[in-house]
């Protein structure tokens, strides 16, 4: 058995898959560098008249939106105090 042409090959093989490791790291790096940041949708005023930007949603938060504006218009008020939490606030648009 020639130890000397089985070496080259395992270097060959240590390096490309090294190289994949790397690269594929790399690309997952970057990936979660740009999910980080929601997009910017507008600005809106806080109740200090602060302007601060808005950060577009997770589209399935609508739904509980749906649910909870239903409780209110069937006025199911155990519905809605069961959606509400201890730190729950709404601002409406005019503060």
């Known amino acids: 058995m020639d130890f000397n042409k089985e070496k080259p090959i395992?270097?060959?093989?240590?390096a490309t898959l090294s190289a994949f490791l790397v690269t594929a790291s790399i690309v997952q790096a970057g990936h979660h560098e740009e999910t980080e940041?929601?997009?910017v949708i507008g600005m809106g005023l806080s109740a200090?008249?602060?302007?601060?930007?808005l950060y577009a949603g997770a589209l399935s938060n609508?739904?509980?939106?749906?649910?909870?504006?239903?409780?209110?218009?069937?006025?199911?008020?155990?519905?809605?105090?069961?959606?509400n939490g201890e730190d729950f606030k709404v601002v409406i648009a005019n503060g």
């Open 62 to 83: 609508m739904k509980i939106w749906e649910e909870y504006i239903q409780a209110h218009n069937d006025r199911d008020f155990e519905k809605i105090a069961s959606m």
């Open 37 to 39: 940041k929601p997009p």
């Open 10 to 14: 395992r270097h060959i093989i240590f």
């Open 48 to 53: 200090g008249g602060e302007s601060k930007p």
